[in-house]
């Protein structure tokens, strides 16, 4: 069982990302999958869930900002993230719900 992250980057208030999560060893479409963030010197911060049924749910910090989705087809989980703001600066994970499988993480910096 394997999540690996990628898309991040670095860019300018206001910019966007989209950040991938590539599934291997189970089938995404059958768990809820979430993304966390956690900046430098602080803890783990929920961003988004997905929901087997399709649901999702935001943070309110980035509600209107960000965008979950999934490929079923891919095994792939995405956020898409715009109007970025030097707050959003923090390694992006993705992780599984319920289990402690999560990915190494891919690092977002805004700065101008």
């Known amino acids: 069982v394997q999540l690996v992250e990628s898309g991040g980057g670095m860019v300018q208030p206001g910019g966007s990302l989209r950040l991938s999560c590539a599934a291997s060893?189970?089938?995404?479409?059958?768990?809820?999958m979430k993304w966390v963030r956690q900046a430098p010197g602080k803890g783990p911060d929920w961003v988004s869930t997905?929901?087997?049924?399709?649901?999702?749910y935001y943070a309110d910090s980035v509600k209107g900002r960000f965008t979950i989705s999934r490929d079923n087809a891919k095994n792939t989980v995405y956020l898409q993230i715009n109007n970025l703001k030097p707050e959003d600066t923090a390694l992006y994970y993705c992780?599984?719900?319920?289990?402690?499988?999560r990915g190494q993480g891919t690092q977002v910096t805004v700065s101008s």
């Open positions: 992780a599984r719900l319920g289990s402690p499988v």
């Open positions: 060893g189970f089938t995404i479409g059958t768990y809820g």
């Open positions: 997905v929901l087997r049924s399709g649901a999702t």
